[in-house]
């Protein structure tokens, strides 16, 4: 469900990205009548801000692209699953490529670099839990963690009787993307960050993996990986979202990969560099002042990311990305894989249109003129 409010004009308190980056360093949160911080303002190093096209293809423009995916999917699936194929084993499938070995491995690339990785341990993990009975598609008690710099720390949980450390796992996840998936990144995107975690209980109570979401970054700022996409596959109706870009790597210990999945891929073009944008305070204040006063929210971090806003359903494009203060509100977990459900706040830092997204549900766009 879509609901469009309003549209703002354009915003007239911009700053230089110096004077930007000046007032982080010793900016503090104050609650108001809707929105309490339950973080402090991350010191992010903003030395450039860019805005860049971006589009997402549902086919394979030419035979090139087709061979490509073909040999990743190849490559993959020797890398990481152990197993060694000939590109004649790989079978086309709509606009993505596969292999697979049913119940014992799957690798999948599509034409937008989305991808997934499920290897034998992650098929073996289901086939084990599946004979004791014990459903492992995650239950409303898994834990959210947030790196933030202060809720990750320390934490551990008992994964098949090992004290597994959050921070341990999710920073090995962090390295073995940046060194195993750097091809399926724009050139654009300079690196990946650790964005969340969760702790996945099983239905006999017990923690069994560990999701970690990773986002790539553009000198420092995050692409964004919280955000709306829109389930209604009629691509003749237009709509309004924030599209999210992610890869998720589930754990079963600190360092055995069980799946990994890249989501939501765009391509990437068209840098431009922009020197003024909206400062955090003015964000906070425009957050407040746009959201009505009966709804409250507790909010758990804040940070400048990279978001695209798309009003094509197939995203397509050509859309942009632009830079955007983002206010994560709520998290709740859902009971499938990959089910971080997050409720997010955009301030648009050029223009100062907002945009409140309740992920897998809607986007609404406000106006607090």
Same mark, same amino acid.
């Given at each position: 469900?879509?609901?469009?409010?309003?549209?703002?004009?354009?915003?007239?308190?911009?700053?230089?990205?110096?004077?930007?980056?000046?007032?982080?360093?010793?900016?503090?949160?104050?609650?108001?009548?809707?929105?309490?911080?339950?973080?402090?303002?991350?010191?992010?190093?903003?030395?450039?801000?860019?805005?860049?096209?971006?589009?997402?293809?549902?086919?394979?423009?030419?035979?090139?692209?087709?061979?490509?995916?073909?040999?990743?999917?190849?490559?993959?699936?020797?890398?990481?699953?152990?197993?060694?194929?000939? !590109?004649?084993?790989?079978?086309?499938?709509?606009?993505?490529?596969?292999?697979?070995?049913?119940?014992?491995?799957?690798?999948?690339?599509?034409?937008?670099?989305?991808?997934?990785?499920?290897?034998?341990?992650?098929?073996?993990?289901?086939?084990?839990?599946?004979?004791?009975?014990?459903?492992?598609?995650?239950?409303?008690?898994?834990?959210?963690?947030?790196?933030?710099?202060?809720?990750?720390?320390? !934490?551990?949980?008992?994964?098949?009787? !090992?004290?597994?450390?959050?921070?341990?796992?999710?920073?090995?996840?962090?390295?073995?993307?940046?060194?195993?998936?750097?091809?399926?990144?724009?050139?654009?995107?300079?690196?990946?960050?650790?964005?969340?975690?969760?702790?996945?209980?099983?239905?006999?109570?017990?923690?069994?993996?560990?999701?970690?979401?990773?986002?790539?970054?553009?000198?420092?700022?995050?692409?964004?990986?919280?955000?709306?996409?829109?389930?209604?596959?009629?691509?003749?109706?237009?709509?309004?979202?924030?599209?999210?870009?992610?890869?998720?790597?589930?754990?079963?210990?600190?360092?055995?990969?069980?799946?990994?999945?890249?989501?939501?891929?765009?391509?990437?073009?068209?840098?431009?560099?922009?020197?003024?944008?909206?400062?955090?305070?003015?964000?906070?204040? !425009?957050?407040?002042?746009?959201?009505?006063?009966?709804?409250?929210?507790?909010?758990?971090?804040?940070?400048?990311?990279?978001?695209?806003?798309?009003?094509?359903?197939?995203?397509?494009?050509?859309?942009?990305?632009?830079?955007?203060?983002?206010?994560?509100?709520?998290?709740?977990?859902?009971?499938?894989?990959?089910?971080?459900?997050?409720?997010?706040?955009?301030?648009?830092?050029?223009?100062?249109?907002?945009?409140?997204?309740?992920?897998?549900?809607?986007?609404?766009?406000?106006?607090?003129?």
């Amino acid at each position: 469900m879509i609901f469009v409010l309003s549209s703002c004009s354009n915003n007239d308190n911009l700053k230089e990205i110096s004077e930007i980056s000046e007032e982080m360093k010793s900016y503090k949160f104050t609650d108001t009548e809707n929105l309490h911080f339950e973080c402090a303002p991350i010191l992010q190093k903003l030395d450039k801000i860019y805005t860049f096209t971006s589009k997402s293809p549902s086919e394979f423009n030419d035979d090139a692209e087709r061979e490509e995916a073909i040999q990743r999917v190849v490559k993959y699936s020797e890398k990481f699953c152990g197993q060694k194929i000939d !590109k004649t084993q790989v079978v086309a499938d709509g606009s993505s490529y596969l292999y697979e070995e049913p119940d014992q491995l799957q690798i999948t690339v599509s034409a937008n670099k989305s991808f997934s990785i499920a290897t034998r341990s992650y098929f073996g993990l289901l086939r084990k839990n599946s004979e004791l009975g014990i459903n492992v598609n995650g239950t409303d008690q898994s834990t959210h963690i947030i790196f933030n710099g202060k809720d990750e720390s320390g !934490k551990t949980y008992i994964i098949d009787g !090992k004290d597994i450390n959050v921070k341990t796992a999710a920073e090995y996840a962090q390295k073995w993307v940046k060194d195993n998936l750097s091809d399926m990144f724009d050139p654009v995107e300079d690196g990946v960050e650790i964005s969340d975690s969760i702790a996945v209980k099983s239905s006999d109570g017990k923690y069994y993996s560990f999701h970690v979401r990773i986002a790539s970054t553009v000198s420092g700022v995050r692409i964004n990986e919280n955000g709306f996409v829109d389930p209604d596959p009629n691509p003749s109706v237009t709509t309004n979202f924030i599209r999210p870009t992610y890869i998720d790597v589930e754990m079963s210990d600190e360092k055995t990969i069980l799946c990994t999945t890249g989501m939501f891929r765009t391509v990437k073009t068209d840098k431009n560099e922009i020197t003024m944008i909206l400062p955090l305070s003015e964000a906070v204040k !425009k957050a407040a002042e746009g959201l009505a006063p009966n709804l409250e929210f507790n909010v758990k971090d804040v940070r400048l990311k990279y978001c695209v806003h798309s009003t094509n359903k197939t995203n397509k494009g050509p859309n942009e990305y632009r830079p955007m203060w983002c206010f994560l509100l709520e998290v709740t977990e859902g009971n499938s894989f990959y089910s971080v459900v997050t409720k997010d706040l955009f301030v648009d830092a050029i223009d100062g249109t907002i945009y409140l997204s309740d992920s897998k549900q809607m986007t609404c766009e406000i106006c607090n003129e």
